[in-house]
């Protein structure tokens, strides 16, 4: 049993200690010269303005929080479009044909799934969360 894991350890501690020598190449053999130019914080070509570290105001959370569900949800459906003929078969699936008969259950599913998050969409768009124009 532990000696199935002798080739990951080997290939983790390979990468480790090739990363460990390049960045201590670059650090001893690097060019080094120094700037007050090249000290500052790059943000897209302009100079940069204000503390980087100021809050963000309370209305970006609730915007942030749908992202995060809505990109949640097509992590969800990934997985149900492997095995959709699966579930959509009253059957079994033989070379890909659905053998017996259709079932609703596949569809019915993610249909379900997708009427919560539709429903969660209209309440987030009334409310006002989200605006378009």
Not at 10 to 28: K, S, T
Not at 51 to 66: E, K, T
Not at 81 to 90: F, N, P
Request: charged share 15%; aromatic share 12%; net charge positive.
């Amino acid at each position: 049993m532990g000696s199935d894991y002798i080739a990951v350890t080997l290939v983790i501690l390979v990468g480790a200690g090739v990363a460990l020598q390049f960045a201590a190449l670059a650090r001893f053999l690097g060019e080094r010269r120094p700037s007050a130019a090249k000290n500052i914080a790059y943000e897209a070509g302009s100079d940069p303005v204000g503390d980087p570290r100021g809050r963000f105001p309370v209305r970006f959370y609730p915007l942030a929080i749908l992202f995060v569900v809505f990109d949640i949800e097509a992590a969800f459906l990934y997985p149900w479009a492997v095995i959709v003929r699966e579930l959509s078969c009253a059957g079994p699936v033989r070379a890909g044909v659905c053998a017996a008969g259709i079932s609703l259950l596949g569809i019915g599913a993610a249909v379900a799934f997708m009427a919560v998050l539709l429903v969660a969409l209209v309440y987030a768009w009334r409310k006002g969360v989200i605006g378009w124009g």
